[in-house]
C-alpha cells in the first residue's frame, strides 16, 4: 500500500505542477498591467488576480482552504503579519488570501524561476541573504511598504521547519521592524500544508484541507525586540500544538 500511495502521490505532484504552469500563461496577461500602475494600486491588483489563479489551482489540485480570524484586521492600521512557514505551497496561498493587500519578503532564488519569478517580484521584496547590503535594503523597502498603507507579509523562520517542533526558532527582522514603526504585529498560523506538501519527499502532494488562523494583533508599545519575538513566538506555538490535529 505505501508503494502505490507513493506513486499516486507523485503523480498527483507533477499533476499539480502542470496546473500550476498551464494556468499561469492564462493569467500571467492580466499581470502584465503591473507595469503601469504604481503602488499600493500594483499590489492590490496583483492580489485580486492571484486570489482567482490560486483558486482555481486549489481547486484543480483537490486542495481546500479556508481563513478563520478575518475581523481581526476590522479598524486595524496597516500592520506586520508574520506567518510559519512549512511547506512550498504557503507562499502563493498566503500572500493572495490574507484578508488586505499584502507584499512578502522573498528570496532572490524565486527570481530566477521562469515566469513565476516575474510575477512573484510585482508583490514582494526581494533579499539576497547573502549580502549584507541587500539585507539592509530589503528592510528599508519593507519600511516603505508600510508608508505606502500596506501590510507586510514575514516569515520569521526565514526557510521551511523541516523538524517536528511546531515552529522553528524566530529571526529579528519581524519585530526590529515592528519596534521602529510602532505597527502592531499580526500572528498568522497555517495548518496541514506540511502534509499537502512536505519538504521531502519532494513532487509529493497530498491532496486536503489546508486552513490560515489569523491570531489576534499584538502591539509593539511596552516591548523590546526580545520581549515581542518571545510573546509571538509562544502564541504561534501555542495555537499550533493546540489545533493542528483539528484539521
Known sequence: MNIIKNIVARLLAFWALFVFASTMFIFIWFYLFCFIMPDPLKTRFHRRVSQVWMGLFLFLSGCSFKVTGKEVFDGLEN??????H???????????????????IAKKSFVYVPLFGWVYQFASVIVDRKDNQSKRASYEKMKN????????????EGTRNRTNAPLKSFYDGAFKLAIETQKPIVPVVLLNTKKVLPAKPILYLTPGKMRMHILPAIFPQGHSKDSLKQLVFDEMAKYYLANNDQV
Do not use: E, Q
Open 145 to 156: 511598504v508600510l508608508n505606502n498603507g500596506l501590510d507586510m507579509l514575514i516569515y520569521p
Open 79 to 84: 500592520s506586520i503579519v508574520v506567518c510559519n
Open 86 to 104: 512549512n511547506s512550498l505551497i504557503d507562499i502563493p496561498i498566503s500572500t493572495p488570501f490574507l484578508p488586505r493587500a499584502n507584499k512578502t
